[in-house]
């Protein structure tokens, strides 16, 4: 990435106080660009007051679905669309408060900036979500669509929004489609955000975790690596336009990634468990992703191994804890 194309620029982050949108905001403010962070500031969701701490960025506390977003929308030079509903259970509970953060709320968002910010860059966090249950193994872009929760129905509308304002508009738009993301700042309350969060908080309190099933594999990405993928995305004409998969470390099993949590924590133990009724109905069995196409493109690779990054999240979790409970 190229610190010197973002000095100065002016950079609206949604979702800007929840963990990989603060993540952004950091890398941003530190590259001397000035920065807008936007958030709902909702329970249960992953922002944080302290996510912030220390970033040079602007937080607007504003709902992406009501809120008057002109004031904040205006002279932008780049968009990282990070807000959004990511609870798959709370998609199955409230499928309509669902649909209104991620499809409506879009729609609002994409109005703003057609006024505001007609020429601004916008790279949209999306979800290897869309894709179900896989067929084949590593999953590649040309993969089937079968979203298996509202949750997956709502994102790949707002998703599918974003890149008719470029076939449209002409807008720069990239989507990436994310595979589970990990490191500081993550919501680690409960598993809203993503299971590893709850592993994370029962290490440092000493208590055991839970792993369902535990021969699924998955493919972890580390928050700066995440990052950097973004800030490559819009630094990279060429990806406007495309949607692409992003995926991280090389695909572990749940209970390979277990045995690997407690050994970075240096101690502690988990439990196996049956997966419970409602949630069984919704799982994908086995995912990683096939992201040639993205490193191609942008010459992006991970550069944190999943062993450094466990550490590095529970060192940096481990003064913290209780800020984040």
């Known amino acids: ?8 620029k002016r950079v609206l982050v949604t979702g800007g106080a929840g963990f990989l949108g603060s993540g952004l905001c950091h890398a941003l403010g530190a590259m001397g660009a000035e920065v807008l962070a936007l958030d709902a500031m909702l329970d249960g969701s992953g922002a944080h007051p302290g996510n912030l701490d220390g970033s040079g960025a602007t937080l607007v506390t504003a709902d992406l679905r009501d809120a008057d977003l002109a004031p904040h929308t205006r002279d932008m030079d780049a968009v990282f669309n990070m807000a959004g ?4 259970a709370g998609s199955m509970a409230d499928p309509f408060a669902d649909l209104d953060i991620n499809a409506t709320a879009q729609l609002r968002l994409i109005a703003a900036l057609r006024d505001g910010s007609p020429d601004a860059v916008l790279v949209h966090a999306s979800t290897r979500q869309f894709y179900g249950t896989p067929r084949y193994l590593p999953v590649d872009e040309a993969h089937p669509l079968a979203p298996p929760d509202p949750n997956g129905v709502s994102k ?10 470029h076939r449209t508009r002409n ?9 589970n993301c990990f490191g500081p700042r993550l919501r680690v309350r409960d598993a809203r955000q993503t299971f590893l969060g709850i592993w994370l908080r029962r290490l440092l309190e000493g208590q055991p975790f839970e792993v369902w099933g535990g021969a699924q594999l998955r493919d972890l990405a580390y928050l700066d690596d995440v990052v950097e ?5 819009a630094e990279t004409p060429s990806c406007a336009g495309s949607v692409f998969n992003l995926g991280g470390a090389p695909p572990v099993s749940l209970l390979a990634l277990a045995e690997a949590a407690v050994a970075a924590n240096g101690g502690g133990r988990f439990l196996f468990k049956e997966f419970p009724a409602e949630r069984a109905a919704i799982d994908i069995g086995s995912y990683h992703a096939d992201d040639t196409a993205f490193r191609a493109a942008t010459g992006w690779a991970p550069k944190v191994s999943l062993e450094d990054g466990l550490r590095r999240s529970l060192d940096w979790f481990r003064p913290r804890l209780e800020a984040y409970l």
């Not at 990435?1 to 100065?8: D, F, K, Q, S, V």
């Not at 509903?85 to 798959?88: A, L």
């Not at 807008?171 to 595979?179: I, K, M, Y």
């Open 229 to 233: 993928a973004f800030l490559l995305a």
């Open 85 to 88: 509903q990511t609870s798959h």
């Open 171 to 179: 807008r720069r738009v990239t989507s990436l489609r994310l595979t």
């Open 156 to 165: 790949l509308a707002g998703e599918q929004y974003w890149m008719l304002e």
């Open 1 to 8: 990435m190229n610190a010197a194309h973002w000095r100065g």
